[in-house]
């Protein structure tokens, strides 16, 4: 609600019919690899990105030619649970389609880069005809609902992941569109109210983000979403979920009125009040955010605009009821658990690191061949993490020696024998895929990482579990403004360095300095380790350790310079 002119995405949602706009014929035009340019908008409610290589770009342009146009494809997969069979069909579309390149995604998902639009109809078909789907996994809309992957806890495990799946559902568009455009569904009239009883006709003003956390841990960086629920159980039984809203990671450069903020705790719902809470929440969003400024349009700013007082009496006003007041939780940590881990039922669950997410062949490790050998045999389920690693799990205990010995044939162990730091560390795609990138971040991983690693064994803290996260715009896809060291890109080779995250994605970090090369970033952490492996107290986190230090956390006159 405001003055202003809607942003032009606004029109382009309105004259679409529901996610209809000309998709159609766009997909039909054998004249180019692109769609047209509302239709460009419009698909990414269908869950796809038209991209380029951009590594291609200069060369193609020099040839007179188009962009080397592109798809990139989004699984919806809530929770990231997925069955052994429907790994497999994906595999088999990467293949066919993708490159052989299935990504695993921060928010539990899978990405296909590279689809052709010739092949973009008959990948969603089949992507449908495994009983998963692509709706709503991109756009403005709810995206897909992240949950807690480690079921160790199995029964509340099985209670939280059910309302993450409840939800998940009950926040899909009710458009007809998806069927008509890409499953060849009868074309049938929009009814006179529309055909959107929760979204209305222009859907959300930007994205929408729920998670479902089930402390103590906190693997989905929980407060980093728009609605978070966090499981609170009494005597091993679920009652209810307290809730936090107004948290998301984007925020732009040079640019104070974006900015990354942590999910505020408003109270504490019951089971049954989850999808009301949910619906309403997403509700007051739709009804007052900012339509003419995308760039400000996240639940974060609507709140901090107009106050959480009044964020929480128009939420209970429409609930018709209160919240109760929010119940103290305690998280442990945001990071995966690798190895094997036995649930409370027995049942054993392995989590696999996979590097940047991507299931490939890539020497001595054969992801994607031995997971292929693993969905081939295995009688669980997969559960795909927020930190884009790979949960085998529900392995009955006599199976567990035939997943062992695929492991070890096709060196799936990748978290043993690395350093803490590597093998936590996350980016996003960035380049050459990603539109927005402004500097080189999943390909530049290894190589930045390695070099923190070895300043880290300078100092004897090698075995120290810090937090490291790159991304190649500010935009936030890795989440890095909740680690305790950050590289956000600014420009090719050159990054800001936030510093001060924690270790239970409880406390945002801080820009340090910005515009960085390398060289600047390796100097100063190398101070900052030199000063942490000397002054740290016990059990003492980098991240918390910058904070005492006053590195961070200080008022801006006050604060200690991070040299260099
Ligand atoms: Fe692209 Fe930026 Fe997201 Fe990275 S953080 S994938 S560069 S939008």
Known sequence: MTDKAPSPVEGIKERSRFLRGTLEQSLADPVTGALGHDDVRIIKFHGVYQQDDRDLRAERAAQKLEPAYNFMVRIRIPGGVLTPAQWLAVDALA???????????????????????????????????????????????????????????????????????????????????????????????????????????????????????????????????????????????????????????????????????????????????????????????????????RSHARLKYTIDDRGIDWFRGELERRLGFSLEPAVPVRFTHTGDRFGWVTGEDGREHLTLRIPGGRIRDDGERRFRTGLNAIAAVHEGDFRITPNQNLIVANVPPERRADIERLVAEHGLDAFTGVAPLERDAMSCVALPSCGLAMAESERYLPEIAAKVVALLEKHGLEDEEILLRVTGCPNGCARPYVAEIALVGKAPGRYNLFLGGGRTGERLNELVRQNLAEGEILAILDELFADYARGRLPEEGFGDFLHRAGVVGAPAGERRAAAS
């Open 95 to 293: 293949a066919e389609h993708a490159g052989a390149a299935m990504r695993l995604t921060t928010r539990q998902s899978i990405q296909l880069h590279g689809v052709l639009k010739r092949n973009l109809k008959r990948t969603i078909r089949a992507i449908n005809d495994c009983l998963l789907t692509t709706i709503a996994a991109c756009g403005d809309v709810n995206r897909t609902v992240v949950c807690t992957a480690l079921p160790e806890q199995s029964k509340l495990h099985r209670e939280v992941y059910a309302h993450a799946q409840r939800v998940n559902r009950h926040l899909l568009p009710a458009t007809r569109a998806y069927h008509e455009v890409w499953l060849d569904g009868e074309k049938t009239e929009i009814p006179a109210g529309g055909e959107e009883p929760i979204y209305g006709a222009t859907y959300m003003p930007r994205k929408f983000k729920i998670g479902f956390a089930l402390p103590p841990s906190n693997d989905v960086d929980i407060y980093a979403n728009d609605l978070a629920f966090i499981a609170v159980a009494r005597d091993g039984e679920l009652v209810g979920f307290n809730v936090a809203v107004g948290g998301g990671m984007g925020m732009t450069h040079g640019n104070p009125r974006t900015y990354p903020r942590l999910a505020e705790t408003i109270g504490f719902c019951r089971p049954e009040q989850v999808i009301a809470v949910a619906e309403h929440v997403v509700g007051v969003q739709r009804d007052f955010g900012d339509r003419s400024d």
